[in-house]
């Protein structure tokens, strides 16, 4: 669904299989933001962030958190590993997540 509205909007969208894979495609792609989930297979997503905010080509990256999980410890641990924003996939719409890419691009 996020896929389909954020290419509707004009947006190109390149998407990974799993943590691994994410991480190696940004270093390829060099994305302008990044959706990450949390829970990935062969690496999660904060492993990916991390690995995202050691190295400096991809460092600067914005990168929201997207996923199902929203426990408070999660959503503090992603936000202080260098995450814009988390969001949860229950309560964030295709079109919000949408709109909400100009604004973080800013940031």
């Not at 669904?1 to 940004?26: I, N, P, S």
């Not at 990044?34 to 914005?62: C, H, S, Y």
Request: aromatic residues 6%; without cysteine; charged residues 30%.
């Amino acid at each position: 669904m996020y896929k389909l509205k954020l290419e509707l909007d004009g947006y190109q969208v390149t998407m990974a299989k799993d943590g691994e894979e994410g991480l190696q495609l940004t270093s390829e792609v060099k994305p302008d933001i990044i959706f990450l989930d949390i829970r990935l297979p062969k690496m999660d997503g904060f492993a990916v962030l991390e690995g995202l905010r050691a190295n400096e080509e991809t460092r600067q990256i914005p990168v929201v958190i997207l996923s199902n999980y929203g426990e408070r410890e999660l959503v503090e641990r992603g936000l202080k590993l260098g995450a814009l924003e988390y969001l949860i996939k229950s309560q964030t719409t295709p079109a919000n997540l949408s709109r909400g890419v100009e604004g973080w691009l800013k940031e």
